[in-house]
């Protein structure tokens, strides 16, 4: 199977920065999608970002501008820098692993366990 360890979240104030790690366990990192989803409580699972083995990126609307995504290939490690947080920002942000399907859409097979990232004063 492939495991998903996530890192870096934690507390932050408004405005402020954090970022997340997610370290994958096979080597087939280099060829997947990455993504992160982040729950918050009574809200929809969101997809924040993803990011293919080439490097191509998307955004959700909402943080688009202040949150990147990036992979580092040999470390087997995808990178959320979120800036600029806003309060709305605080949820579960869940790491995973997939495939683009042949409409374009992320699919995900693999997940983390999420790390919590709250943004308050």
């Known amino acids: 199977q492939v495991q998903l360890v996530e890192s870096g979240g934690g507390l932050v104030q408004p405005g402020g920065s954090l970022r997340l790690s997610c370290a994958a366990s096979?080597?087939?990192?280099?060829?997947?999608?990455m993504g992160w989803y982040r729950q918050a409580p009574g809200k929809q699972r969101e997809l924040v970002a993803t990011?293919?083995?080439?490097?191509?990126?998307n955004y959700a609307d909402s943080v688009k501008g202040r949150f990147t995504i990036s992979r580092d290939n040999a470390k087997n490690t995808v990178y959320l820098q979120m800036n600029s947080q806003k309060p709305e920002d605080t949820a579960v942000y869940l790491c995973?692993?997939?495939?683009?399907?042949?409409?374009?859409?992320?699919?995900?097979?693999?997940w983390g366990q999420g790390t919590q990232v709250t943004v308050s004063s």
């Open positions: 995973n692993t997939g495939r683009v399907d042949s409409s374009g859409s992320y699919r995900p097979a693999y």
């Open positions: 096979r080597s087939i990192f280099s060829i997947w999608t």
């Open positions: 990011i293919t083995g080439g490097g191509s990126t």
